[in-house]
């Protein structure tokens, strides 16, 4: 048994209640909403990429709801300044002298929703990297840590819309998973129609209470770290990982072909993560070869870099990890 103060079993009754009371504002979109709890209880942070329209922002502030924890969003603009997202250094007068005071911005929170951020420009998007990945900001030589959880749902445009700017690298990598959210089907449009057009439905329950949300993540975001792996099971992280970098001993003929840039470490530690809370919510707490398998294309989707012939072939990342997931180790 895990030696943990949170149990197994009370974590996946939990995941399948917030599952649930996300179900009830959500129509459909079941994938999504699951890659996105797998990677909150997984410590990292989400990118969702769809065209307008498609429920994302709701998605995020119902999630932020249903944990109890806070919320805040931020609306990119290519006018927008790293200031109005970190905060910045006013100048306060107090009893007779003037200081300076920071003023937090709405990334001091537990849940941030950076909505269309692509449409930010490159030297504002770069203002999460830090934030993102050391749960920290610096401003104008000062540290100011952030509170705990701190997680970023960003939702992206499709990259061939007007007034777009492609996410950094650096940026991409800091995303433990990318998501695609698809177009709802006819019978989840009806859904939709009936629910948006009719009387207003009921608010979205909070399924933990918010004075012990912050303490329960923590014990299962701990739990999911005890999560046993074998080493088969690394050893098939680590060749699906190093078969995507080009010239590499391991690396298959389309990626050879295919890629010009393989995912990074980073891209193994989100795919045996994901792995892990993959493994709870189905009862077990051993990583199987199988959640290894499911994880993958949103781990490393957005961690791989295409090459010409690719594009010009009309080959997406998802496509050719597919290719790499489905073929036999060496």
């Not at 999504?32 to 994302?56: D, Q």
């Not at 003037?98 to 951020?117: C, S, Y």
Request: net charge neutral.
């Amino acid at each position: 048994m895990i030696p943990s103060a949170l149990q197994p079993d009370e974590f996946r009754t939990t995941f399948n209640a917030i599952r649930q009371e996300l179900g009830r504002v959500i129509v459909g979109q079941a994938d999504v909403v699951e890659r996105l709890l797998i990677a909150f209880f997984a410590g990292g942070h989400v990118l969702l990429e769809g065209v307008p329209g498609l429920g994302k922002t709701l998605l995020a502030k119902s999630f932020a709801h249903a944990m109890g924890l806070s919320f805040k969003r931020i609306q990119c603009t290519p006018d927008l300044m790293p200031a109005d997202i970190l905060g910045t250094q006013l100048v306060v007068e107090r009893n007779g002298s003037k200081t300076f005071e920071f003023a937090k911005g709405p990334v001091f929170t537990h849940i941030l929703l950076a909505d269309e951020i692509n449409r930010a420009t490159p030297k504002t998007q770069s203002a999460l990297l830090e934030a993102m990945e050391e749960h920290q900001v610096t401003v104008a030589g000062m540290t100011f840590h952030l509170d705990e959880p701190f997680f970023v749902i960003a939702t992206q445009n499709p990259i061939e819309m007007e007034g777009t700017f492609p996410l950094p690298e650096a940026q991409l990598d800091r995303f433990l998973f990318k998501i695609f959210v698809g177009y709802p089907s006819s019978e989840e449009l009806s859904h939709i129609l009936r629910r948006t057009t009719t009387t207003a439905s009921a608010p979205i329950k909070p399924v933990l209470p918010p004075e012990k949300a912050r303490e329960w993540i923590v014990s299962a975001r701990r739990l999911v770290r005890e999560v046993m792996v074998a080493r088969p099971v690394e050893e098939r992280v680590i060749q699906l990982v190093t078969s995507t970098r080009p010239g590499h001993n391991g690396a298959d003929s389309a990626a050879s072909r295919f890629l010009r840039y393989g995912a990074s470490p980073r891209g193994a530690q989100a795919i045996l993560m994901g792995a892990k809370v993959l493994a709870l919510i189905q009862g077990r707490v051993n990583v199987s070869l199988e959640d290894v398998q499911q994880v993958v294309v949103p781990a490393l989707n957005h961690r791989v870099v295409l090459s010409f012939e690719a594009e010009a072939e009309k080959r997406t990342a998802a496509d050719i990890l597919a290719e790499l997931t489905a073929a036999p180790r060496s």
